[in-house]
């Protein structure tokens, strides 16, 4: 029963026209290794203005083995603060298998859309009618730009490090393995002093290994 996890026995008998029989077995492992479904209820981004009052819609889930699940919510929003807060939904399944899902919810004021208009360069109008209108034109502006999913895949792995009087301190540590698997420090870390341009518009730094 492929339907259900467990193990099952196949017997396979024969027998000769002198009444010789053999009997064999095969072991069959049925085993879950798809992880549940999340669906969010309503948008995975939701906007609220500053000082209303927010209720998360909540989600399900759904298992090909176990059928519907209830997964586990975690995170607050905080609507007395502009700026993004995270609703996680995780849940699991009887064989282990996790899955994560995440609303992000923006608080938003009208402090809140001039401030991301002056920092991330939107385009200016002299006037809105509504809050919403003025988000509106913020996520026009947004959507021409880099996800939130693709700012994730570009950090993937990148650390923070910060520049005083015009120079970063970089820490390199060299490991070793025999198997990929395994890595162990060769000793202490290496440290350099890079001075980081000043006169530039760039918003963005990385480092890289030279040829």
Known sequence: DTSATGTYTVTYNVSDATGNQTTVTRTVVVVD????????????????????????????????????????TTGTVDTSVPGVDTITYSVSDAAGNESIAIRYVYVVSDDFVESIKANFGFIEQDSYDTLQDAYDQVVVERDARLTMEEVRDARVGSRIIAVENGQAVVRLQMEESSDLQVWEDTGDPATMTVPVPSDSDTKFIRFKMAE
Do not use: K
């Not at 969010?40 to 000082?51: D, L, P």
């Open 33 to 72: 290794t798809t992880a549940p479904v999340i669906t969010i209820a309503g948008e995975s981004t939701v906007t609220v203005e500053a000082g209303n009052t927010y209720t998360d819609a909540g989600a399900s889930a759904s298992d090909i083995v176990d059928g519907a699940l209830s997964p586990s």
